[in-house]
């Protein structure tokens, strides 16, 4: 889904949409309704994968050779992120409970939000200059 999304949208607008998405399930968990953590649980799966399929999608359209070591780094940036993140969110749980959880999540959605922003500007003067 996420493939064809991007295919459609580019991969910079795939991962804005999947940031925002994210964000809108980080947000929902906040509510104390089973539907609304239900909902947050399924969205929280479509922006990471969205975010997730066109990070990887990018960088191989953007690779001419070396895509093995390429995607390599990107796994290992990912799992040192993963490593990262649970351990700030361990501290962010203590001082603030789920609500600073919940805003680390959000304030952490800035960099694929602002890495769509900036693919999707690329994107677009790519095609201004094929044109």
């Known amino acids: 889904m996420a493939?064809?999304?991007?295919?459609?949208?580019?991969?910079?607008?795939?991962?804005?949409?999947?940031?925002?998405?994210?964000a809108?399930?980080?947000?929902?968990?906040?509510?104390?309704?089973l539907v609304a953590i239900l909902a947050a649980l399924a969205l929280v799966c479509a922006g990471f994968?969205?975010?997730?399929?066109?990070?990887?999608?990018?960088?191989n359209?953007?690779?001419?050779s070396s895509r093995g070591r390429a995607n390599s780094l990107y796994v290992l940036a990912y799992y040192?992120?993963?490593?990262a993140g649970i351990t700030l969110s361990g501290y962010a749980?203590?001082?603030a409970g789920w609500p600073g959880v919940a805003a680390l999540g959000t304030a952490v959605l800035a960099l694929p939000f602002a890495t769509g922003l900036s693919e999707r500007r690329q994107e677009k003067a790519r095609r201004q200059g094929a044109a």
């Open 49 to 59: 994968f969205a975010i997730h399929a066109a990070a990887a999608g990018s960088l």
């Open 80 to 83: 040192l992120g993963g490593a």
């Open 3 to 22: 493939g064809n999304l991007s295919n459609r949208i580019g991969n910079g607008g795939t991962m804005v949409l999947g940031s925002l998405v994210f």
């Open 93 to 95: 749980y203590g001082l």
């Open 61 to 64: 359209r953007k690779l001419t």
């Open 24 to 33: 809108l399930a980080l947000a929902l968990t906040l509510i104390k309704s």
